[in-house]
């Protein structure tokens, strides 16, 4: 399977990358492959990343942590955004979040990746990204 050119990467995707213990980590490990084999790039936001940097340093330890933003955040395409997205995203956790476990920055994302992305295939584990409607490579 050749994934596409550019992919957006959910704080449950990097994480499963990063915790061998993971449901998820030999998927994830099989989806870098493929990514490095595409030529795909990954995208994210600095929301994303600062979660992923959180639950590594609080689930697994420092070095994981540390080592994310060593190895991956150098190479990530980050999306950059003002109030709108933030203000749109807002709206989203309003209208979704009572009925869904759903995190502002999967609200974010989705406003993100709809409104700046072009509705760009995303790599996640939970079922936050597909329940909002968005592609899901996984």
Not at 20 to 32: F, G, K, Q, S, T
Not at 63 to 83: C, M, S, W
Not at 117 to 126: K, Q, S, V, Y
Request: charged share 25%.
């Amino acid at each position: 399977m050749r994934l596409p050119r550019r992919v957006f990467c959910d704080t449950s995707f990097f994480y499963a990358c990063f915790n061998p213990d993971d449901a998820n980590h030999a998927r994830a490990e099989e989806l870098v492959a493929e990514a490095v084999a595409s030529g795909t790039a990954f995208t994210a936001t600095w929301d994303i990343i600062s979660e992923t940097v959180t639950l590594l340093r609080y689930r697994r330890n420092f070095q994981a942590a540390l080592a994310f933003l060593n190895e991956v955040k150098p190479q990530l395409h980050i999306v950059r955004y003002g109030d709108r997205v933030r203000d749109e995203a807002e709206q989203v956790f309003r209208q979704y979040g009572r009925e869904r476990r759903l995190s502002f920055c999967d609200a974010v994302s989705f406003v993100v990746v709809t409104t700046l992305l072009d509705h760009m295939p995303c790599l996640a584990f939970d079922e936050d990204f597909r329940g909002l409607g968005l592609t899901v490579v996984v």
